[in-house]
């Protein structure tokens, strides 16, 4: 094994005008697809955070020594986590790795870069994949640029290119991660990434029959969405229904139905 240290001359790196150092790229051959982390523990204070991006010609990449979990994914939300996303996700994560005994590493991403539906970004050209290191592609080939398009972006077709990309995050420390980390790449190039929906109650007039009935599968909706909340973060229930603005669970209770509408009002609905 080979260590590199690099050592930065601070004033010479202000004068370039970076405010970051910029990435240090090492090529290598080796048979060993692997990452070391174990060195880092040494004088580490508690658990570390790694994102693991790759970028292969054949498909995903897993670990072949700890077990491989995905995040959670397509799950309903309520709404008010659009703006807390960021404080959910750090919850929702610390959840799950507690629930996988803190031994598991997470799929966050893995996709086939030929396409995109919806596009979060321009698709990166054939030059900027080189510099990330992929080596295989024609660099006489590029796609085309891509203007942005609001709302709705969809990549047009071009030439094909053998890359997919996968990130995984992991938190490690010396007692759950023993061993290095061990790689593997598959033949898998399904597209996964974690996603949340979140739905948008109507706010309309209710002065009709399919209104009433519409507001009484909602605060059933809302209370799944509570549920589902909890159990991926670990929030406090009662908060999360205080933040909805919800009815209590009592009034959405399947054993305790709601009385139906009087059929004398539907003759009178329209009376003050």
């Not at 970028?55 to 990449?61: D, E, F």
């Amino acid at each position: 094994m080979r260590f590199f240290v690099a050592k930065v001359n601070i004033e010479e790196q202000q004068k370039l005008g970076y405010a970051n150092l910029r990435p240090i790229q090492v090529a290598y051959e080796s048979k060993k697809f692997m990452l070391p982390i174990r060195l880092g523990m040494v004088n580490a204070d508690g658990a570390q955070e790694l994102f693991v991006y790759t970028l292969t010609k054949k498909g995903r990449v897993e670990t072949s020594n700890y077990r491989n979990v995905k995040l959670p994914t397509g799950t309903e939300l309520p709404l008010f986590v659009k703006d807390e996303f960021g404080e959910f996700y750090k919850s929702m994560f610390e959840t799950q790795t507690k629930k996988e005994d803190n031994r598991a590493v997470f799929l966050e991403y893995a996709w086939d870069m030929n396409w995109c539906d919806p596009c979060a970004a321009d698709p990166l050209s054939n030059k900027e994949l080189q510099e990330l290191g992929v080596f295989w592609l024609d660099d006489t080939e590029d796609q085309p640029n891509i203007m942005p398009i609001p709302r709705r972006k969809i990549m047009p077709p071009q030439p094909a290119k053998n890359v997919y990309i996968t990130r995984l995050h992991v938190r490690y420390d010396k007692q759950h991660f023993p061993e290095d980390l061990m790689f593997q790449q598959t033949g898998d190039r399904k597209n996964f990434q974690g996603r949340y929906v979140l739905r948008h109650p109507w706010k309309g007039d209710s002065q009709c029959d399919q209104a009433e009935s519409y507001l009484k599968t909602l605060t059933k909706r809302q209370e799944k969405e509570a549920q589902q909340l909890a159990s991926l973060t670990g929030w406090d229930i009662n908060e999360i229904r205080s933040k909805i603005g919800m009815i209590t669970p009592q009034d959405v209770d399947d054993d305790n139905p709601a009385k139906p509408t009087p059929w004398w009002r539907k003759l009178w609905k329209n009376d003050q």
